[in-house]
């Protein structure tokens, strides 16, 4: 999956397993950022359905000056409460509204917007407070009119950022059972070294929902000069995203009372670029990635460099990529599109290049308007909103990363590649999702009903 | 040999306030030799209730991580981090 229980520790903590990342452009310049929690939640998952952590110091972060540390941070911090002591329900009646006396098991959070300047103290400050998180879609009794309810906690804020933390539809899709079956690819499953019959693909994650945090921000807030660029090829047009999870570094527990935190926090998960730590990194050293933070990246790069994917295609798919296969050396494309980002003169009109330091950030080139008919294999197809121009909700990121490791996007830096057939072919085979995506803030679909999709 | 409480423990082993929060990470009061210690302040005892963790980062060189709100504290404390041993087998 993008980045979902993508690694062993976190795994076991979905409450802190950063699933997604979204950052792109949206009208009145504005970026909307999204990051997803909570991998993989079955609607009917009661009575105690999923919500954000108290004790989880939810961020995400902004390098405007490329030095792969954040220059602007929003962070997100949860406080819940049961209204009703006397019961085991999350809700005694129909929600049908935030206040509603019915629902026990309430979610309020704060943003805090944090911004940092080289050669100065950090500036922290509170842009909202007792903000409602809606309940989770539970069943046409319980929650009726959900989509009037979750709207109800869009919430713009004085400072001029509007903000949503609530369930969401998930709007990734992947064929996971095939990809992680010995990397089954479609069209090519007859070629495979165990072949079978081609078939459509399977998307993993139709029907389950996730917890969203969106923000949507004046573009003047996030670029280092704090202007709205609208030259694509200025440095102040690109800016680096991603998203992190942190825990407090001891917990107590007692045979009585809740858990108490002690300590500072400390990161547990972090995702930029989907897939990266899920098929980049290896399976040693995803933990640590996860702890690490973007400017330290050059550590990992050498994954970038030579990406084991990229070894097995050719193994797994006899004679389906020679040239792939012949290829001996650094992946240039990839070191650019994860590390990066595109410099100028690559692609006519367009770059999203941060400078040299190595770090996996979601790099979005601001200045280029949101388009009126995106493309889903994006910047792969000449759309140059879509990934990895940042990402959209419903950008087909698996198949332009497959593409890419495949050589697809090789050329690009070195002339003297011929990508094989199959790179260009190759699809994940799950587009068009099955999803109802919004045409307005936050754009993810409403989540799937507990009473319609009960837990399997 | 007067019983040592969960007070004087940590005020025996204790750098200074350093050692207050100590107490949580420890749990029950434990029983030691050296018990021969001061009362806390009352400021002092109202800081007990804050959570917080000690974690011995360097046995041999005495050197000990104090958790104590959203803080790390590093201090050296070579008899401190003796007691806590000790307290411990």
């Not at chain 1, 991998?39 to 999923?50: D, K």
């Not at chain 1, 090519?188 to 945090?213: E, S, W, Y």
């Not at chain 2, 029983?31 to 974690?55: F, I, K, Q």
Request: charge should be negative; charged fraction near 20%; include cysteine.
């Amino acid at each position: 999956m993008s980045s979902h229980r993508e690694a062993p520790g976190i795994l076991k903590d979905p409450t802190a397993d950063n699933t997604d990342v979204y950052a792109f452009v949206t009208p009145n310049d504005t970026v909307t950022l999204i990051t997803n929690y909570i991998p993989v939640e079955a609607p009917g998952g009661g009575p105690n359905f999923y919500e954000f952590g108290d004790d989880v110091l939810y961020e995400i972060h902004i390098d405007n000056d490329g030095d792969g540390k954040p220059d602007v941070t929003y962070q997100f911090r949860f406080e819940t409460k049961n209204t009703n002591p006397d019961t085991f329900l999350y809700n005694t009646g129909p929600i049908d509204s935030l206040d509603s006396p019915n629902w026990n098991r309430r979610q309020k959070y704060s943003v805090t917007k944090v911004t940092r300047r080289r050669g100065r103290f950090p500036r922290w400050k509170v842009i909202g407070q007792d903000l409602p998180s809606p309940p989770c879609n539970i069943g046409p009794r319980s929650t009726p009119n959900y989509p009037a309810l979750a709207q109800a906690a869009v919430k713009t804020l004085r400072s001029g950022e509007v903000v949503f933390a609530g369930q969401r539809a998930e709007c990734f899709y992947v064929d996971l059972g095939a990809i992680f079956d010995l990397g089954t690819l479609r069209p090519f499953q007859p070629a495979h070294l165990i072949p079978t019959a081609r078939a459509d693909g399977v998307d993993a994650l139709a029907q389950v929902n996730v917890h969203t945090l969106a923000i949507q921000v004046p573009i003047s807030d996030l670029t280092r000069d704090g202007s709205v660029p609208r030259d694509p090829m200025a440095r102040e047009a690109v800016i680096g995203v991603w998203g992190a999870a942190s825990r407090r570094k001891a917990t107590i527990l007692d045979d009585d009372g809740p858990p108490r935190n002690a300590g500072p926090f400390v990161q547990v998960s972090r995702l930029g670029n989907p897939l990266f730590n899920e098929v980049i990194v290896p399976l040693s050293r995803k933990d640590a990635w996860n702890a690490s933070t973007p400017d330290q990246e050059k550590r990992f790069a050498k994954f970038v460099a030579r990406p084991e994917l990229a070894k097995l295609l050719p193994v797994l798919y006899p004679g389906v990529f020679p040239n792939l296969a012949a290829y001996d050396k650094d992946r240039a494309d990839l070191l650019a599109i994860l590390l990066t980002g595109i410099p100028a003169g690559v692609i006519d009109g367009f770059q999203n290049f941060t400078g040299t330091t190595l770090a996996d950030e979601l790099r979005l080139n601001v200045a280029i308007p949101p388009t009126a008919q995106p493309k889903r294999l994006g910047l792969l197809d000449g759309d140059l909103q879509g990934f990895p121009n940042g990402r959209r909700v419903a950008d087909d990121v698996v198949t332009i990363e497959l593409r890419a490791v495949a050589g697809a996007t090789l050329p690009l830096v070195d002339d003297t590649f011929t990508p094989d057939g199959a790179a260009t072919a190759i699809e994940d085979g799950t587009f068009p999702p099955n999803r109802a995506f919004l045409d307005v803030f936050p754009y993810l679909g409403v989540p799937y009903a507990g009473y319609d999709v009960p837990a399997s | 040999m007067k019983p040592v409480t969960r007070r004087s423990f940590i005020a025996t082993g204790s750098a200074g306030a350093l050692g207050v929060a100590g107490v949580a990470a420890l749990g029950s009061p434990i029983s030691l030799a050296a018990a021969d210690t001061p009362e806390l302040s009352d400021s002092e005892a109202a800081a007990l209730e804050r959570p917080a963790v000690l974690s011995i980062r360097n046995a041999r060189a005495g050197e000990v991580e104090l958790l104590v709100d959203e803080r790390s504290v590093v201090f050296t404390d070579k008899q401190l981090v003796a007691r806590m041993l000790r307290a411990g087998r």
